[in-house]
Structure formats: C-alpha cells, structure tokens
C-alpha cells in the first residue's frame, strides 16, 4: 500500500472540487481524486461524430465578479459567446414564450382570463394567509392560481421530479423560479413587452468545447499529478484524518473537501453512528434519464429549450445544444437533448420521435442520425420534509470531524455552476 501526505485532499473532479484545488494549489499541496474517467462531473461534455454533447443543457450565468474573475482567468474572455436566451413553453399546442407567468398573453383568450383572474385572487389570499406553504403544491397555488397551476406547473414540475408536488416542500426555489410582481403578469398577459425575466436571461457558453471546456481548462492548470481520475475515494477515517482511494493509495491529510454526494459520503466515514447513517439513508433524489439526439438538419424550432408539461408526451423538456451553439455540431446540423418523463420504462423511440414532429423540432423521424441514451444518478436532490432534518444531522456529524462537504451534492441543494464554483473559491480561502 502507498501513502501520501497532502494539505488538502478534494473527492470530485467537477467544478466545485476543480476550483476549490486550483485556488487551495496556490499554497498547498493538493490532490483531487476524481472517481469517473473524465473532470468536470456535471459539466463534461462528450463528442461523437462531430457533435459535442453536455449532460442536458448547461449554461452559465454569471452574477458575482469574483466568479466570472476565475473563470476569465483560467477560460479567457475571447472564448466565450454570449447568447441571450431563447426559451418557450409548449402548452395544449401553442408556444409561450418563457417564463410562461409573465408572457400569458400568448394563450387563447378564455385562458388568460382565468389564468389572471386566478392569479389576482391568489395573491389576494396569499398576502391574507398566515404560514408560509408547506408544500411546492401549495407554493404554486399560492403564488400563481389554480389555472397557471393546471395548465402548466403543476404537470411540468411533476413530469419534472417523478412524484405528486404535494410531496415536496418549496425549499429548492430560491432564484430559480421567477416570482413576478402582479405589475409583470399583467402586462405579460396584455401583450405589452417587458425586460425579460429570470435569472437566467442570458448566458455564456465556451466557444469551443462544449461547458466541458471549462472543467478541462482547471484541471490542465492543477496537471495531471494533482488530479487522479479514476480514483474513487473509497474509505475515510476521520479520526485518523486518513482516507483510502481504489487504488489502495491511504492519504493522510490536513483538510477533506469532499464534494461527492452526502449519502455516498456518510457511507465512507468509518464509525459514523447509525443516527447518522439513518439520517443519510433518508436523503433522496430523483434520476435523470435523457436522450442526446445528433439531427442530419438543424432542429425546425429556434429556441434553445422549450417546457414540456403535456402528459402525452414522454418528455418534459427538449432542449437544443446548437440552437444554442451551432459549432456544437458538424456545419449544416443539429442536436436536442430530449429530457424523460418515464424514469421506470425503457422509452419507446417512435414515441419520442412523434412527440419531436409534434412540438415541432423535427419534421420527421428521419432527421435524426442517432440517439444516445443517458443516465445521470441523483441528478436533482428531492425536498421532502426529511431533507432539512436529515441534513442538518449529517452535517453536525461532519462538522465535529472537520469534514467538509461541499457542491451541489456535497451539500445536497439545488444550485448551478456558478454556486459551485463559489464554494469551491469559499473553500478555498479558509485554508
Ligand atoms: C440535468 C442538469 C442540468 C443542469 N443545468 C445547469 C445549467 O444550465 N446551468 C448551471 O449553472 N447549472 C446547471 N446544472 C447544475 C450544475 O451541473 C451543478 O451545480 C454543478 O455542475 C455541480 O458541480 P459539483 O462539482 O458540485 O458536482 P459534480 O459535477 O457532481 O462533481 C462531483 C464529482 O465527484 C465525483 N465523485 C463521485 N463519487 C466520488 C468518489 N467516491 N470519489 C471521487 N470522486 C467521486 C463525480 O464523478 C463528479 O465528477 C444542471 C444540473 C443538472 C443535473
């Protein structure tokens, strides 16, 4: 068996664990174990026959200075291209520019009126109501009326997560689900153009590459000695701050940033105690199984996502890599990333294909060249009401044996790149 002596040992080679070594490697010796094949976790891109795939659509919103500063500094200006989003909900045959609240005046006229008159009333008793929601149901119905509900979050968002909304609290949001002001439907819904909303307005994408390029770009500024791919950390002894990897290697060190998921991570730590493994047992999250789809012509629709929430079609989200980017395929191409509703079946392949010709990306199945299908385990953390509880016991457990635990799995949320990436730099600056 080897060991080793480092400062700072980082489980996860994707943007959290890249950021957190490259600005720890300034004044410690650092080494990143990373258990696929690959960096970059989430976002790596793979190529095949000319086409550049993400794990779905991954798009990077700035919004903090240090962030952008980073990523500028190890991905210069000069090889990104800004892209201003161009996104819609599909909804009973008619296209709603997204977000959907603040653009309803693109539905027939008996649905804006009861979508508004909905929205107006539930806000009424939403500033009345005493508690805070208790569920994402209740959250929806709350902020945006029984008719937005049914027509759209609702079955979106439960084609989304896999289970009734009723099952999950509102937790997860944040940002992430624009919150007009009734100033803001109302004009949506009257047609009068407003600034787009959302925090996802705009975005940067890397010239080249795919979003892989970024990931790609740290781990060749920490080299090759620091960042052990396919090398799984496998076993943790937190008392003895000693970790094991696949490889039989035992580190010991000074800090673990651990950015891999939490259960995974309790499951590691040798001596947990079963309050902690039971607690780590409860956490939960929802797979994603996609399609990326290599198209012989560019996808018929422009936009570079559309949302999906009819129940007859197997998807709930398509988007399109080089409507977005079109040096993402060969000249004349296209690509979609084709999300799936049905998580327990195979998908049927004529189905997707007719849903496609119907919400209009394709014209017919024969445009399409080839179809990949994918599988990202535990893509998004699921907000029921165990998650706050089940949390806060792992991580007092972590915390007492100096165990870091950060990212997007690591800390068990939802959040985006660019999150990532800071906590990775937070890391950083407490060593
Ligand atoms: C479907 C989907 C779409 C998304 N779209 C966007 C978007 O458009 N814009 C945006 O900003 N964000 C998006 N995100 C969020 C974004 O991908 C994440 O916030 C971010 O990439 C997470 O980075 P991370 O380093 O925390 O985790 P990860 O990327 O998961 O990295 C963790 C790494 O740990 C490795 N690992 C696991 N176990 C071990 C082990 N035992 N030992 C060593 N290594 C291990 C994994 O292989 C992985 O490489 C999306 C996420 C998903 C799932």
Redesign the pocket.
């Known amino acids: 068996m080897t060991e080793d002596r480092v400062d700072v040992l980082v489980?996860?080679?994707?943007?959290?664990?890249l950021s957190a070594a490259v600005a720890c490697a300034r004044r410690s010796r650092v080494v990143v174990?990373?258990?696929?094949g690959h960096v970059?976790?989430?976002?790596a891109s793979r190529r095949r026959d000319g086409y550049t795939f993400d794990?779905?659509?991954?798009?990077?919103?700035l919004r903090s200075d240090r962030v952008r500063s980073f990523v500028f500094e190890h991905l210069p200006p000069d090889r990104w291209v800004t892209i201003e989003r161009r996104a819609a909900v599909y909804v009973a045959g008619v296209d709603v520019p997204y977000p959907f609240q603040t653009n309803l005046g693109a539905l027939p006229g008996e649905l804006v009126r009861a979508c508004l008159t909905d929205f107006v009333q539930a806000r009424i008793d939403d500033a009345r109501a005493g508690a805070p929601p208790a569920t994402f149901e209740e959250f929806i119905l709350r902020r945006f009326g029984r008719s937005m509900a049914e027509i759209f979050f609702v079955p979106y968002n439960e084609k989304l997560w896999d289970r009734p909304l009723r099952e999950l609290t509102a937790a997860w949001m944040g940002r992430f689900l624009p919150d007009p002001t009734v100033d803001q439907v109302v004009a949506g819904a009257l047609g009068v153009s407003s600034a787009p909303v959302g925090y996802n307005a705009t975005f940067l994408y890397p010239k080249a590459g795919g979003i892989g390029a970024l990931a790609e770009a740290l781990a060749r500024a920490l080299g090759p000695a620091r960042v052990r791919t396919n090398t799984?950390?496998?076993a943790v002894d937190p008392l003895a701050r000693r970790a094991r990897a696949a490889d039989g290697t035992e580190y010991r060190y000074d800090r673990l940033i651990a950015?891999?998921?939490l259960p995974?991570l309790v499951a590691m730590c040798e001596g947990a105690p079963a309050e902690v493994r039971d607690a780590a047992a409860a956490l939960c999250a929802v797979d994603?199984h996609y399609l990326d789809v290599a198209l012989r012509v560019p996808p018929r629709r422009p936009e570079h996502w559309i949302y999906v929430p009819d129940r007859d079609l197997p998807f709930f989200r398509v988007g399109s890599y080089s409507n977005a980017h079109p040096p993402l395929v060969p000249e004349g191409r296209g690509s979609l990333y084709v999300e799936l509703a049905d998580r327990a079946r195979p998908h049927d392949p004529a189905a997707v294909a007719e849903g496609l010709v119907r919400v209009g990306m394709i014209a017919s199945p024969a445009d399409i060249a080839f179809v990949e299908r994918r599988r990202?385990p535990g893509?998004?953390v699921v907000f029921d009401d165990r998650w706050g509880p089940a949390r806060d016991t792992v991580f007092a457990y972590l915390r007492r044996h100096d165990i870091e635990a950060r990212?997007?799995?690591?800390r068990w949320t939802y959040?985006?790149?660019?999150?990532?990436i800071a906590d990775g730099l937070d890391a950083a600056e407490e060593d």
């Open positions: 489980a996860g080679a994707g943007l959290c664990g174990l990373e258990a696929a970059g976790g989430k976002a794990c779905t659509g991954h798009w990077l919103h799984a950390l496998t950015t891999v998921p995974s994603w990202i893509a998004y990212g997007r799995y690591g959040n985006s790149m660019e999150d990532c």
